[in-house]
């Protein structure tokens, strides 16, 4: 019942083959507990709702419950990252009356924790009949035919599954505590995580509820980038640290009010370390999941105008002291101090900026971001690929806004782990913004400028609750 599916007792439940526990009527009966037949369920076990403890009760009834707990990684590949962690479902599933052995489903196929485990019974909804699951259940049968055990089938009711339950959770909100934690979570998680940037309560409800479905599974934003650029440009201000924390905060209360992803907050210089520490745990009480701050010093330009601007970079004990004092500052273990490398941007090498990230490393980095303005590439793998040689788990940051036509696969095999699309909310709506006001003042009028913008009726309907 992998997310989609309850049953809901006594409604449609599998009572046209079970009687009582145990009881058999017709070729589909449930062979009774004493044979200790295995029954396998796989559940996400985030949402312990009556649907899945009644499933888990009808499996009881074939035999030894076998609990397939998806692990995270299984889980994002077509969900959102569970609210409880895996060790958390699995206390709990554990827990259940029903229950007999609880065991890691790695994958979102039940397919390889069938081969291994090879029991008698699956046990499953069937709404996988259509949607996502239905090449599943395909393969289910066909992997279950060859093993000589069966498939059974129960009737779901609509409104009673893990997926509607999960929607009115996201709809109450989140935690600080969650929404901090969460972070950490998806780099363990997934192979890319994928952070979008957000400058605004309506650019950060685009983030939270898009979603594609592809080939490979659900494709959404993992979480949000706090851009001081854009933070700055909506401000009609430069990038220059110019707007401070308090002001910044301002509208990232807007975007944590209306989202529950995780947030990466971009620290710019993180300031003198006295200040720095405030920061951090300012950020951390708001529930935000990491800062990232450049080895830069002075007045601080943005790393896209390169070398056209002086960028002068901390001297590296001067910057680790700064990692130490806000690593010391955090309360919680799970937030997370990333260092940004500017050496590329100054016009430094790769070993230069190499040399500088294996020390902000020592010093106490959670991760390392690396930064370059140049299109090709080159630089920023030959970096990726040495850093891996030496840090294999370190998270790695990339914001490939000029190298731009690498995909997120290719990335990866580089070996970062954390892709920042860093501005790209605002910079799409900044030129709709402009031919509207240019359409009106050509034609004097609103009609032309239509084509630009949403229709009132879907910007009515945009934010539920309006009417
Ligand atoms: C930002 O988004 O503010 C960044 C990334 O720091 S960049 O603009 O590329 O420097
Ligand atoms: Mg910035």
């Known amino acids: 019942m992998r997310g ?47 649907g899945i403890v009644n ?24 969900k959102r990252l569970p609210y409880l962690s895996y060790e958390q479902r699995r206390q709990v599933v554990e827990s259940l009356r029903d229950v007999s052995r609880v065991v890691p489903q790695e994958e979102w196929s039940y397919i390889p924790n069938l081969r291994r485990h090879r029991p008698d019974f ?28 069966r498939v059974i089938e129960i009737p779901y009711t609509p409104g009673l599954n893990s997926t509607a339950f999960s929607e009115s959770v996201t709809s109450i909100g989140t935690t600080p505590d969650l929404r901090l934690k969460a972070l950490r979570r998806l780099i363990d998680a997934k192979p890319v995580t994928r952070i979008m940037e957000a400058h605004s309560g309506l650019s950060g409800l685009i983030i ?34 110019a707007v401070d924390i308090t002001t910044r905060l301002q509208d990232l209360t807007q975007i944590l009010e209306c989202t529950t992803k995780p947030i990466i907050y971009d ?19 708001n529930g935000i999941s990491a800062v990232i701050i450049e080895d830069k010093t002075g007045l601080k330009k943005n790393s896209l105008f390169g070398a056209e601007v002086e960028q002068r970079l901390a001297p590296v004990e001067e ?49 390392v971001m690396i930064h370059s303005k140049e299109t090709s590439g080159g630089d920023i793998e030959d970096f990726c690929r040495r850093f891996r040689r030496v840090y294999a788990g370190i998270p790695l940051v990339l914001v490939p806004t000029t190298y731009n036509r690498f995909t997120e696969k290719e990335l990866a095999a580089w070996g970062a782990n954390v892709i920042i699309y ?34 009132i009726r879907d910007i009515l309907e945009l934010i539920p609750g309006g009417k």
Request: aromatic residues 6%; negative net charge.
């Open 55 to 78: 499933i888990i009760h009808q499996a009881s009834l074939y035999g030894e419950v076998l609990v397939g707990l998806l692990t995270d990684t299984a889980i994002v590949r077509y």
């Open 267 to 285: 620290g710019d210089t993180g300031g003198i370390p006295e200040h720095f520490v405030f920061t951090v745990r300012t950020l951390e009480r």
């Open 319 to 367: 910057f680790q002291a700064k990692i130490q004092a806000g690593k010391k500052a955090q309360v919680t273990g799970e937030f997370m101090i990333i260092a940004r490398l500017e050496s590329l941007i100054a016009g430094g090498s790769v070993d230069e900026a190499l040399a500088r990230a294996l020390a902000y490393v020592e010093a106490g980095a959670d991760g």
């Open 4 to 50: 989609e599916t309850g049953v809901c007792r006594g409604n449609g439940g599998p009572q046209t083959f079970i009687n009582k526990r145990g009881a058999e009527g017709g070729s589909a009966a449930p062979r009774g507990k004493q044979t200790l037949k295995t029954v396998y369920v796989g559940i996400t076990g985030d949402i312990i709702h009556p």
């Open 122 to 149: 699956i046990i499953h909804g069937d709404d996988w009949k259509t949607g996502i699951l239905a090449r599943e259940r395909e393969d289910v049968y066909k992997v279950m035919a060859e093993l000589g055990g």
């Open 208 to 241: 939270e509820h898009m979603e594609l479905l592809k080939e490979d599974g659900v494709h959404r934003f993992d979480g949000m980038w706090s851009s001081s650029l854009t933070d700055s440009a909506s401000k009609g201000k430069p990038d220059i640290e």
């Open 422 to 455: 860093a501005n790209h909310m605002l910079r799409s709506s900044y030129p709709a913004m402009v031919k509207t006001a240019q359409a009106i003042l050509e034609h004097e009028r609103s009609l032309e400028a239509d084509q630009f913008c949403m229709s």
